[in-house]
């Protein structure tokens, strides 16, 4: 009886995982229509835009500004470029074995093609980080408050949330769509009035519509790399305790951030992860 209860028990784990992973996985690719519609919303826009500016001649000359802005030089991510413009210093191998073995753990998970470069900001009082770059060549930073006062579980979290950033390659899908919204805006500014006039908002609505979504997408892969979802969602509850920087309740409001509230993404977490 004992025997036939703990096959039983087992053949139920090994459904509610099944199920949990056919959600992430539903999620995900969710996540990923969203984005291709939003996108192609904002392309829409900025057609529109150039359509009444100047009928088909002005759509055509919209779109290839746009696409001009998306294609500037990609970001030069060297020691030397990212001291200059940020301000940041390289953590050595030696300086964090730790750190870079677990950093290595998570993008051998990822299956990213080169090991994002690591740097620290010299901020002891800021908790943050942030992922530049492409799979191919990217970088992450964190802040010295950050690395000080978070966990090794919870600094696997956050890393592997940036990681999730580098995989989805969001520096090119958000910069992207920050070209046609600055696009769609000067446009709108050649003949202000009718749907021009409420052009640079609705683009600046779907950008960070994007912008959360890709942050809900990378919290979703981050799930996939760690071993320890609760640590991502402490680390989060840290930055919000830190920031004190709760979401308005406004639902207008929350349209024009950039991040989902941590509310949103610890019970998006929560759910996806089974806890």
Request: hydrophobic share 50%.
């Amino acid at each position: 009886m004992r025997a036939a209860r703990s096959a039983a028990y087992q053949v139920g784990n090994i459904e509610a995982e099944m199920v949990r992973l056919l959600l992430h996985h539903l999620q995900r690719s969710a996540n990923r229509r969203q984005s291709a519609m939003l996108l192609g919303g904002m392309v829409l826009l900025l057609a529109t835009c150039g359509w009444i500016v100047d009928g088909e001649e002005g759509a055509v000359a919209a779109l290839s500004l746009g696409a001009a802005l998306s294609q500037s030089s990609p970001q030069m991510l060297s020691p030397e470029v990212m001291h200059r413009q940020f301000g940041v210093r390289p953590l050595r191998p030696q300086e964090w074995p730790g750190l870079h073995g677990l950093l290595g753990a998570i993008c051998q998970r990822a299956a990213l093609p080169c090991r994002p470069a690591l740097y620290c900001l010299p901020d002891p009082h800021g908790m943050n980080a942030y992922a530049l770059g492409a799979p191919e060549h990217s970088a992450i930073i964190l802040t010295e408050g950050l690395l000080r006062r978070m966990s090794m579980d919870e600094i696997a979290g956050i890393l592997a949330h940036e990681v999730g950033h580098i995989r989805n390659n969001d520096s090119w899908a958000l910069g992207l769509a920050a070209a046609l919204q600055r696009t769609t805006a000067a446009i709108a500014r050649l003949a202000p009035g009718g749907l021009l006039a409420a052009a640079p908002m609705i683009g600046h609505m779907l950008y960070t519509a994007l912008s959360r979504l890709r942050e809900f997408d990378a919290d979703s892969v981050a799930l996939e790399l760690i071993e320890a979802p609760a640590g991502l969602v402490m680390a989060l509850c840290k930055l919000e305790q830190h920031h004190n920087a709760s979401q308005p309740s406004g639902l207008p409001l929350r349209f024009l951030h950039s991040h989902p509230a941590t509310w949103e993404r610890v019970a998006s977490l929560q759910w996806l992860a089974g806890m």
